[in-house]
Nanobody
Framework: QVHLVESGGGLVQAGDSLRLSCAAS????????MGWFRQAPGKEREFVAG????????NYADSVKDRYTITRDNARNTVYLQMNSLEPGDTAVYYC????????????????????WGQGTQVTVSS
């Protein structure tokens, strides 16, 4: 399995931006569809954004659509999550995850299909 390490979290004010990064190692990064999930205290881990192996196809949760952008750089083995117009409701631990896929345009939404996870990075948005 691929090893994932997130970075870029922090404490920001409402309306600010953050960019999360997730560096992968151990397996060919381009073989994996990637996703970002988040988990707030007392809540289930939820899908935030996903990107296909090729980077051509993306998908977002309705709550972050038009504010968040997921991208990947296969040459750098890294996936990013650009978060703009942050709101207190975005406060959570953010996790990146990898799902081995054959299709280069497939975006994976289901948490159960992701077998590799990072340790998470905390994002806190104050009002």
């Amino acid at each position: 399995q691929v090893h994932l390490v997130e970075s870029g979290g922090g404490l920001v004010q409402a309306g600010d931006s953050l960019r999360l990064s997730c560096a992968a190692s151990g397996r060919p990064f381009s073989a994996y569809a990637m996703g970002w999930f988040r988990q707030a205290p007392g809540k289930e881990r939820e899908f935030v954004a996903g990107i296909s192996r090729s980077g051509v196809t993306t998908n977002y949760a309705d709550s972050v659509k038009d504010r968040y952008t997921i991208t990947r750089d296969n040459a750098r083995n890294t996936v990013y999550l650009q978060m703009n117009s942050l709101e207190p409701g975005d406060t959570a631990v953010y996790y990146c995850a990898a799902s081995a896929q054959i299709g280069i345009r497939t975006v994976v939404i289901a948490r159960s299909e992701y077998l590799s996870w990072g340790q998470g990075t905390q994002v806190t948005v104050s009002s």
